[in-house]
């Protein structure tokens, strides 16, 4: 895989995340509005939309580019869990590597209250075990038998993303949380507890990504999509405990892509946005990425040597599904270009994305570059 | 807009179309599983997966691709009413013309109980009309009133259509009507009659797209994609209203698209899907793709030069909504390549499909070639 041009992302936003219950429609304009309003990008450069949610009204896409008065040749919802918001992402630069689309506006969106991407109520393998927290608990003991893991090592991570969306005005968490308060928190299915959980809300985010030539006109602080990887094996978890060794294979697959169209590597990358749905998923991201050892995802928590979450990740953000993958991007992007405010990394240059659905059936990794 | 790279059709498979309920993934699975056994294209080469539906279960995408045996990378849902089968091949295509895809495998699936596909209950501009029946006696009685288009003409094409549908297998409707049949068909918003209507129904399409060096190695008989256009101007009926001509201008400007990147002229079509909702819709069609003259679409189903809707469109085969654009790209296709059975057109060498959604808000056209 290859990609026939580099992709900018020219500007980015993301809306305050919530427990409440916008409509989906207007919350998806949100971002797209602050845009518009903040930078000299014209509605009228837009050409290619895509909105990426699990929210369930037909039409979606078109009704939000009338809402927003975008009248592009592309329109369409995309969605794949929580991995929508990524593979919208890579789909809108496929249209702009194709030579499709110049300049395309990618939204995520996601409310509270549509349950129905919570569980995957397909993959009757697991019984009544169909949230999220069980597959979860099965990865996280295996990690700790296997790897000698600790459930502190695990609070670790939620302590630093607090801490980091306790900067985050966006962030659906502001506060900060001890190492005893993880530990302490409700036992949901052993060894995860609340506080190693995160938190299904709303939210919505917005990315205008653009050809080369478009983008030297529109913008003088591009960042550069430079490899995308994507990959899927299954979506039931039967089928995919049978083949992992305490990782997530789709992961792996995918960060192998991202790096080789990238010509980066693990020790390249400054800045990271990591899927942490929960705490054992941010750990094993650090060895599916390959930024420490198969089993040493436990220690490099305190190790870290780049910058992972700044925001705050999910635990500390919240996660609207279908919006979280545009979120990650955004994020990245802002920290690339130095306009991500008070979670402001100094210095990076390299960026990565991380993010998959359904106990890492699929993932999708992105290198961002200056 | 250009396309870096042309991309073929490689097979197509079409599901029996029924007012019974199967399982939309069942549905979906089964014309992919036709390919694979019909055909020397292994189920390994396929790394792109595009669900079109605009069914509401969660990770559909994902699900089919386990169901099917395939570990592609890129996998998704994608939907925009009736809109959405085109629009699912024209991302597969920029994935694909991008260098991210060498082999896409795009299905299409509807069942007739997603009822929420019928109507675009936001627009609230509607009221009480907001049944696609309605816009559509708009349109007719607009057109009759402006260009003296008679209800006998719109009648005719109902029963061409349902004259090429009795000669498809895989057809809803495998009878042929009369002119009086239709004439006195039951009245549903005037000057829309029952049989001027296609019916909702189920059913499934599957199409695989690949790129030229993979062409060359799985067939020897593609077809190609030549131009691609597409148009969404906005999505409630009285923005549309206020602007059109007794034409759809998505229409007209995605069929200029299309036209423009593959080089071709109206008068090259030899045989053509188009989006025959309504009688009216396929006769307003002939005009907006400017295969005749504004105005003169009435005369047209008399003249009719070219093969238009061989295997019965909409009408004859029934309208599954996220399926409708996948299956007309797989009847071209077939048309093309020689292997369109009972319905074949002879020496066709140059063919086009038109799409649309809510009225034609949205609308997708392509040209595929020899």
Redesign the interface.
């Known amino acids: 895989?290859?990609?026939?041009?580099e992709v900018a992302v020219i500007a980015s936003a993301t809306s305050r995340f919530t427990k409440k219950e916008p409509s989906i429609?207007e919350l998806s304009c949100q971002p797209a509005l602050k845009i518009f309003r903040e930078t000299n990008i014209d509605r009228t450069e837009v050409d290619s939309?895509i909105v990426s949610t699990?929210s369930?009204?037909?039409?979606t896409?078109?009704?939000v580019?009338?809402m927003l008065g975008i009248?592009?040749?592309?329109?369409?919802?995309?969605?794949?869990?929580c991995n929508?918001g990524s593979?919208a992402i890579?789909?809108a630069?496929?249209?702009?590597?194709?030579?499709?689309?110049d300049c395309a506006l990618v939204i995520g969106a996601e409310i509270i209250s549509n349950s129905?991407?919570k569980k995957?109520?397909?993959d009757l393998t697991r019984g009544q075990f169909n949230h999220p927290v069980h597959w979860a608990s099965l990865f996280a003991r295996s990690h700790m038998r296997k790897f000698g893991t600790t459930e502190e090592q695990m609070a670790l991570v939620a302590v630093k993303n607090r801490k980091n969306s306790s900067k985050n005005p966006l962030a659906l968490f502001r506060n900060k949380i001890t190492l005893e308060e993880v530990i302490n928190s409700k036992k949901i299915s052993d060894p995860i507890k609340l506080l190693d959980s995160s938190y299904v809300c709303s939210g919505s985010s917005a990315v205008i990504l653009a050809s080369k030539e478009k983008a030297k006109k529109l913008t003088d602080n591009p960042v550069w999509i430079k490899g995308?990887?994507?990959?899927?094996?299954?979506?039931?978890l039967s089928?995919l405990l049978s083949k992992h060794d305490v990782g997530f294979t789709t992961t792996q697959e995918?960060a192998r892509?991202a790096y080789k169209m990238s010509q980066k590597r693990p020790e390249d990358i400054d800045v990271a946005e990591l899927h942490d749905a929960f705490t054992i998923t941010e750990i094993m991201a650090y060895e599916d990425l390959f930024l420490t050892k198969k089993g040493e995802g436990g220690k490099f928590v305190t190790q870290e040597q780049l910058s992972i979450n700044p925001r705050g990740g999910l635990l500390g953000c919240g996660h609207p599904i279908g919006c979280t993958g545009v979120a990650q991007v955004a994020e990245i992007a802002a920290q690339l270009a130095g306009r991500a405010g008070q979670t402001q990394v100094k210095g990076c240059k390299t960026g990565l994305v991380h993010n998959m659905?359904?106990a890492g059936?699929?993932s999708s990794v992105l290198v961002l570059g200056q």
């Open positions: 895989m290859e990609m026939r041009e429609l939309v699990c369930m009204l037909q039409y896409s078109s009704i580019c009338e009248r592009p040749n592309k329109s369409c919802r995309l969605d794949n869990l929508s593979i890579a789909s630069c496929s249209e702009i590597a194709a030579g499709f689309s129905s991407a995957l109520e397909w995308i990887g994507q990959k899927t094996t299954c979506a039931s089928q995918a892509q659905a359904a059936t699929s």
